[in-house]
């Protein structure tokens, strides 16, 4: 997930353009071309970090975007361009089995275009999505954030809900979950405009088979199925906040939502996480910024926050932790 919790930072004059980079890109899954896996391996070594924080990526402003995006080129450029991003999982190994996220020697991040405009052109992205296997880029060295599992009790049943790329911090809290033997239900519903956009689907089919108490529930609102009533299997647009807090979540999964027995993690579109008022202000420093064709737009009810106040839940704010805790990113 991108955010933008960082500004651009100008070197310092003693230091040459490239002398920054820190990390070298080890692969890159092209899901579609708005939408990448960018995995990288920092030279400082393993990181030390808690599932669900996140670090810096940086690229400088000399580095060619990919085509087709509105950004600002500079050859003789001289600054560092960076963002903060939600540290992703690969959650299983390459044989298929479960890896916790501390354990894997490389970081990954779940990273959408961010296209701009002429009179918005958009900095870091276009950059990142031209990098390849083998180059060069920055990588902060200290993982931040408070949207952890800190407060998860042993057998909670923990829900995750996200669209885009907001489920990119609940895949490392997911495999945690599990490496460390939680006890409770483990439930992940993640909504997208396609189904193309849902890079992770088959890991998380995988992952079902290898653990009954897990179970993950994907959404979309443009298919065919979502936007022409005369198909047969007409759904209708299917929105994360909805599906959860509006009787079908039970039918699909046989799992009840309780405040008593029920934490939440929503991560997304500003208008799914629908944040309290008193927690706009704290909240904006540590928002996303518009993840294109992999977010959904919000249902016009309400969001999920909004929606499961109403059934008795408590959202965080500020100096008052709660049973639901979120975070969010703007269009």
């Known amino acids: ?116 405009t002429e009179q918005h052109p958009s900095q870091l992205t276009p950059r990142l999505f031209a990098l390849r296997p083998g180059e060069r880029l920055f990588a902060g060295s200290t993982a931040k954030g408070n949207y952890t599992l800190k407060s998860v009790k042993p057998n909670e049943h923990v829900l995750f809900a996200a669209t885009g790329t907001g489920e990119a911090p609940h895949n490392a809290m997911i495999a945690q979950l599990i490496a460390t033997g939680h006890s409770g239900p483990i439930t992940s519903v993640v909504g997208a405009r396609y189904r193309l956009d849902l890079g992770y689907a088959d890991v998380h089919e995988r992952l079902m088979r290898l653990f009954p108490q897990y179970r993950s529930i994907t959404l979309t609102t443009r298919e065919p199925e979502n936007v022409n009533p005369e198909l047969p299997g007409y759904v209708g647009r299917q929105y994360v906040q909805d599906f959860i807090c509006g009787g079908t979540f039970f039918q699909a999964t046989g799992r009840r939502i309780d405040p008593m027995t029920t934490r939440v993690f929503v991560c997304g579109n500003a208008r799914m996480v629908g944040a309290p008022n008193a927690h706009q202000d704290q909240n904006s420093s540590r928002t996303a910024a518009a993840s294109g064709a992999s977010t959904p737009h ?34």
């Not at 001289?78 to 044989?95: C, P």
């Not at 959202?315 to 709660?322: A, E, I, K, T, V």
Request: proline share 5%; charged share 25%; with cysteine.
């Open 1 to 116: 997930m991108q955010t933008t919790s960082s500004t651009e930072t100008r070197l310092s004059g003693s230091e040459s353009h490239r002398d920054a980079y820190n990390a070298t890109v080890c692969s890159v899954r092209i899901i579609h071309e708005d939408l990448r896996i960018i995995r990288i391996r920092p030279d400082f070594g393993p990181l030390e970090f808690e599932a669900g924080q996140y670090i810096t990526l940086g690229l400088g402003d000399w580095e060619h975007p990919i085509a087709g995006s509105w950004t600002k080129a500079d050859p003789n450029g001289h600054r560092l361009i960076r963002r903060a991003y939600s540290i992703s999982a690969r959650v299983l190994d390459r044989e298929g089995n479960l890896l916790p996220p501390q354990q894997d020697t490389e970081l990954e991040f779940y990273i959408a275009l961010v296209r701009g």
């Open 298 to 331: 919000g249902a016009p009810n309400g969001g999920l926050c909004e929606a499961l106040e109403k059934l008795g839940f408590v959202c965080d704010r500020p100096n008052h932790s709660g049973n639901v805790h979120f975070e969010q990113y703007g269009e």
